[in-house]
């Protein structure tokens, strides 16, 4: 892969081949290749770029220390992780869901250079908080939304294994260390909720993310419509 | 789980559909307006592979049991019938900030990418009409689903243009009512 700041470096032909992946839409990073290859495994993502504003798709660039690299091109959301070490954003195409609104994160790793899928939801996909248990493993925790109840939806993202935990029409309440309490509401008060107003949850459950992590891998199909 | 409000499951032409409408009650619950929707999926190069029955229990069996909703939107428009899916006197789910007062109008196909096929266009405008008419509803009022901010995606496409919608629903609403009133006549 070339990087959009490696162009100038490179002969008449590469370029134009470079150019049509990035002008036509074709993103030949998401089989693995390398995007910001040559980078030491000491350096850090400081910085994101992103060129949609959540709702439309556009590129995303991560900043390395003086250099940006093109990650993608059809990305929605970006978050930092682990320092720096890494990086997840959410793509369209997900596991269909209302009009099909659903969406992928993918999590791409900077000392390997490579990104791979780790959910494919029916729901858009929000906010991600990535989390280390006590037991020392690192989790995701995916806050998601639908578009048509207007509900939150949460998963437990295994890095290495992807999603092993979703609870449906739920929202965080709280998180003390390991354990994560979702609160769950009422249709009705979706609505509510998303006219900032307070609502109380009319059932919490706890969950260790722990056990949860020890969930198979949870693989979402599209219904049929 | 949401206890389920149940679908009419039954297919109109525009003619029909107005004469349907007229039977239905709206004692116990009345919109206040129209949020107008795409389906994205299915498209409307793929909605005809299965039949309109079938399409009615597949779409039921997924707000219901996919996503566990009490309800879905309201029509799925056609380019030849306009489907009633949930019942017109009950709030409907469709868009998080207006489930409870707006009616959800389905049209279906992907106006993102599809050319917004005229003649869903016209059983939409049809079905607007009859709408608006049946409770009083200023056309003007009309939204679009991506104009809820509470919405998560781009719905519907680019190709369908709110106040093109308004206009044609405006001239059909004035067909459909012309009322007593000659233009420049006297008494």
């Known amino acids: ?225 | 789980m949401a206890k389920w409000k149940g679908i009419i499951g039954q297919s109109f032409s525009p003619g029909d559909f107005h004469s349907y409408v007229s039977t239905v009650t709206f004692d116990t619950w009345r919109p206040q307006f129209v949020v107008l929707h795409n389906t994205a999926v299915p498209k409307l190069s793929d909605w005809h592979s299965v039949p309109g029955e079938t399409r009615m229990r597949n779409l039921e069996n997924y707000y219901r049991d996919v996503q566990r909703w009490s309800a879905g939107p309201h029509l799925f428009v056609a380019d030849d019938l306009i489907w009633v899916f949930t019942p017109l006197n009950v709030s409907g789910v469709h868009s998080p900030s207006w489930n409870s007062i707006s009616w959800g109008v389905e049209m279906v196909g992907d106006y993102q990418v599809e050319t917004f096929s005229p003649a869903v266009k016209r059983n939409a405008v049809s079905a607007l009409a009859t709408l608006h008419a049946a409770v009083g509803v200023d056309p003007l009022t009309l939204k679009l689903h991506k104009e809820d901010p509470r919405t998560t995606h781009n719905c519907p496409g680019k190709n369908v243009v709110k106040a093109d919608m308004i206009a044609q629903l405006t001239e059909a609403l004035a067909l459909l009512h012309p009322g007593d009133h000659i233009p420049g006549g006297m008494i």
């Open chain 1, 1 to 225: 892969m070339i990087a959009i700041h490696e162009i100038r470096r490179t002969s008449i032909p590469t370029m134009g081949i470079a150019l049509f992946f990035i002008f036509c839409g074709v993103n030949p990073l998401v089989h693995g290749r390398a995007v910001c290859a040559g980078k030491s495994s000491s350096q850090r993502i400081s910085r994101l770029r992103a060129e949609s504003d959540g709702i439309t798709p556009g590129a995303l660039f991560v900043v390395i220390g003086e250099t940006e690299c093109r990650l993608s091109e059809i990305v929605l959301k970006a978050w930092i992780l682990s320092g720096g070490k890494q990086v997840v954003f959410s793509t369209p195409g997900g596991a269909g869901g209302y009009e099909n609104e659903g969406q992928s994160l993918h999590l791409y790793d900077l000392a390997s250079d490579s990104q791979r899928v780790v959910l494919s939801e029916y729901f858009a996909i929000t906010g991600v908080l990535a989390v280390r248990t006590h037991a020392g493993q690192d989790a995701l925790i995916v806050e998601m939304r639908d578009g048509g109840l207007g509900a939150s939806h949460i998963a437990i993202v295994d890095p290495n294994r992807g999603e092993v935990f979703v609870e449906q029409k739920a929202r965080v309440v709280s998180r003390k260390g390991d354990i994560l309490t979702l609160g769950y509401f009422h249709d009705e008060e979706w609505e509510l909720l998303a006219r900032g107003e307070t609502v109380r949850p009319y059932r919490t459950k706890s969950y260790n993310i722990n056990v949860l992590l020890k969930g198979k891998p949870i693989v979402r199909e599209p219904g049929p419509q």
